[in-house]
C-alpha cells in the first residue's frame, strides 16, 4: 500500500460538508474507505513493531543485529580498584628456588 496514494485521496472539510448535504451513499462510501485504509494502516503498524521487538533473544537473528535492544546489559564487574601496582607488593618476601650443583 503506498502511503502518499492514500493521502492524497483525502477530503477538505468543505467537500464532506457539501457530500453530506447531497448524497448520504456517497458519504458511506467515503467512510468504508477511511474504514478500510485505518484497517491496512493498523495492520502495517503491528507487522512493523512486531519487527522492531525482534533481537538475536526471541528470532534467528544474529546478536550483531541488535542496535535498538532494550534488553539486559552486559554485566560488570564490581570490583573495585585497590590503587596497588601489579605484581608482588613492596615487603613481600619472595621466594625462588635455589640452583642446585648437579641438576637430574
Do not use: W
Given at each position: 500500500?503506498?502511503?502518499?496514494?492514500?493521502f492524497?485521496?483525502?477530503?477538505?472539510?468543505?467537500?464532506?460538508?457539501?457530500?453530506?448535504?447531497?448524497?448520504?451513499?456517497?458519504?458511506?462510501?467515503y467512510?468504508?474507505t477511511?474504514?478500510?485504509?485505518?484497517?491496512?494502516?493498523t495492520?502495517?503498524l503491528?507487522?512493523?513493531e512486531?519487527?522492531?521487538?525482534?533481537?538475536?533473544?526471541n528470532?534467528?537473528?544474529?546478536?550483531?543485529?541488535d542496535?535498538?535492544?532494550?534488553?539486559?546489559?552486559?554485566?560488570k564487574s564490581?570490583?573495585?580498584?585497590?590503587?596497588?601496582?601489579?605484581?608482588?607488593?613492596?615487603?613481600?618476601?619472595?621466594?625462588t628456588?635455589?640452583?642446585?650443583?648437579?641438576?637430574?
Amino acid at each position: 500500500m503506498d502511503i502518499n496514494k492514500s493521502f492524497s485521496s483525502l477530503m477538505k472539510r468543505e467537500e464532506i460538508l457539501a457530500l453530506c448535504a447531497s448524497n448520504s451513499e456517497a458519504i458511506a462510501a467515503y467512510i468504508e474507505t477511511l474504514e478500510s485504509q485505518i484497517k491496512d494502516l493498523t495492520e502495517r503498524l503491528v507487522l512493523l513493531e512486531s519487527r522492531l521487538n525482534q533481537n538475536s533473544r526471541n528470532s534467528s537473528k544474529p546478536p550483531s543485529t541488535d542496535y535498538f535492544s532494550k534488553g539486559k546489559l552486559n554485566p560488570k564487574s564490581l570490583r573495585k580498584k585497590s590503587g596497588k601496582k601489579p605484581g608482588g607488593q613492596e615487603g613481600h618476601s619472595g621466594t625462588t628456588l635455589e640452583m642446585v650443583d648437579n641438576p637430574e
